[in-house]
């Protein structure tokens, strides 16, 4: 019951781009004002970053917060699932991220649940190589993030080597290898650049001369053309 009151708080707050009264806030939530005023505090002290005082109104400013969480027993198998898939897919630094994210979701959800699901056999596949396991693909995160360009040594199946200006646009996780998706200068088209065959590369100060989400539309309407 306080748990559903605390997650309809928050959304409440999460929805408004302006503070809201708490006289509001408890009428929404159907509690009283000092019940209101608990809640609040309650969720400061977890972590969340309400701002606001009486006869000012409160809101939830942008960030990262966890707060109690309610999950059913298909919800937290799917959620356990998917965190195995990146741990065993994904490049170093997200495969240790996915257990962080596990530790942390095991911390909050009700024992029942995570017993629930723990309980129901699931599997991946074979996980990935050692080789791809060590791969660290921050800085070309960091490149499509900062929409920037990327200088690439790149060894082609054949084993010829080229050097490339990439404007990189997204990484696809698959069972096979990391994908680098960008638009190739050298080419003049959008190419897929398999990571374990980048010998080298450094991003560069240039910005992409287009935004990435434009060119990530482009992109698509050319897969599906």
């Known amino acids: 019951m306080r748990t559903a009151r605390l997650l309809n708080l928050l959304q409440i707050l999460r929805q408004s781009r302006t503070p809201v009264s708490g006289h509001d806030l408890a009428r929404g939530l159907g509690t009283s004002i000092r019940t209101l005023y608990r809640d609040i505090a309650t969720l400061q002290a977890e972590g969340a970053d309400i701002e606001g005082s009486p006869g000012v109104g409160y809101v939830l400013n942008k960030g990262f917060f966890l707060p109690p969480l309610m999950f059913s027993e298909e919800e937290m198998l799917a959620l356990m699932l998917g965190m195995k ?4 897919y994904g490049d170093k630094q997200l495969s240790q991220a996915s257990k962080q994210v596990l530790a942390k979701v095991e911390r909050v959800v009700p024992e029942a649940a995570l017993d629930a699901a723990s309980a129901i056999p699931f599997g991946i596949g074979e996980a990935h190589s050692d080789r791809r396991a060590e791969e660290d693909l921050s800085d070309l995160r960091d490149a499509i993030r900062r929409e920037r360009k990327l200088r690439i040594i790149y060894e082609k199946p054949d084993q010829t080597v080229s ?3 990439i404007w990189p646009i997204a990484i696809g996780y698959f069972a096979s290898g990391h994908v680098l998706v960008g638009w190739c200068e050298t080419s ?15 991003l560069l100060h240039d910005r992409i001369s287009k935004r990435r989400a434009d060119l990530m539309k482009e992109w698509r309407s050319r897969r599906q053309s």
């Open 85 to 88: 898939w990146v741990s065993g």
């Open 163 to 165: 050097e490339r200006i």
């Open 188 to 202: 003049r088209g959008f190419r897929h650049f398999r990571t374990d065959r980048i010998r080298d590369r450094e």
